[in-house]
């Protein structure tokens, strides 16, 4: 009797934990805007990365976390330039070119799906039909949102950059679990950071001259993509990890959708019409069946 009544009030905290890691991860796309004020997307991008790297990295200092053999960071090394560099990257250019942030956030909660297609086209792992028919619904509700922008050539550059932040994000995904190891949760993120931010420093001096003005607005949304998404984000999901509650946080990612629409439209005074609310739920609808088997 007494484990059984403890084990609801602990599945209760993880299911909490994980819709507050939710919530963090549908902020970053407002807070982009803010940081995308007076910053180009890549220029942001390093900013974020060597942020994260500063804080996470003394951290990792602090407790004398053992640094890892040539080859096993050089393989984290390359999943971070496909998760953190390519990923970003991509978002930011995408949102600057005239992506909505609903819509980024939108495009790339396909992510669990488009990781299990990945999956299966590379690692040979069986696809659940659940997950295919979710992904046909994620790209249906998708499109539904899309669809009008597309024949806006700004709009529709916009929408190709965040298809490609959402290739790589998936790529990344697969190759990180392929190359799956015992490395600690923080220190692989310092070399994540850092090898994205070797290889984002360069594009951001030669596109852009990593200028930026100071508004309040850019410093802002700079905070708050490296404290809030990146830093407590971290820190949120290694505390889920010790209670071996991930598998919560993916079970609502199909919420990052319809979330970052609300904070959009509060936020953003962005649209938000009966078309928009039945891609939006397609989508939702199409995680969450795809992850039922996950």
Request: net charge positive; proline share 4%; charged share 10%.
């Amino acid at each position: 009797m007494n484990s059984t009544a403890a084990a609801v009030p602990q599945s209760s905290v993880d299911l909490a934990g994980g819709l507050l890691f939710v919530f963090l991860w549908s902020t970053g796309y407002i807070a982009a805007v803010y940081g995308l004020d007076g910053s180009g997307p890549y220029t942001l991008a390093v900013v974020r990365f060597l942020g994260t790297a500063t804080l996470i990295g003394a951290w990792v200092l602090v407790l004398r976390l053992r640094w890892p053999a040539l080859r096993a960071t050089l393989q984290v090394g390359v999943a971070g330039i496909l998760l953190q560099g390519g990923f970003f990257g991509f978002a930011y250019a995408g949102m600057q070119a005239g992506c909505p942030p609903a819509v980024a956030g939108l495009i790339c909660g396909l992510m669990p799906l488009t990781t299990a297609l990945g999956a299966a086209v590379i690692l040979g792992e069986r696809m659940h039909r659940s997950a295919v028919v979710g992904l046909g619904l994620g790209l249906a509700g998708v499109l539904l949102v899309v669809g009008p922008g597309l024949v806006e050539p700004g709009t529709a550059l916009g929408y190709g950059f965040m298809f490609l932040a959402l290739t790589t994000l998936s790529l990344g995904t697969v190759f990180q679990k392929r190359q799956a190891g015992k490395l600690d949760a923080r220190l692989a993120l310092v070399i994540q950071v850092l090898a994205a931010s070797l290889v984002m420093i360069p594009v951001a001096w030669w596109r852009e001259g990593l200028q930026f003005t100071p508004t309040g607005a850019t410093l802002g949304g700079m905070a708050w993509v490296i404290l809030v998404n990146s830093c407590a984000g971290v820190l949120l999901y290694l505390w889920l990890l010790r209670r071996g509650a991930a598998g919560r946080v993916a079970s609502v990612f199909f919420l990052v959708p319809p979330v970052t629409a609300v904070l959009a439209a509060v936020m953003l005074g962005a649209r938000f019409d009966l078309i928009d609310a039945a891609g939006f739920g397609l989508a939702a609808a199409g995680v969450w069946l795809g992850q039922r088997t996950a």
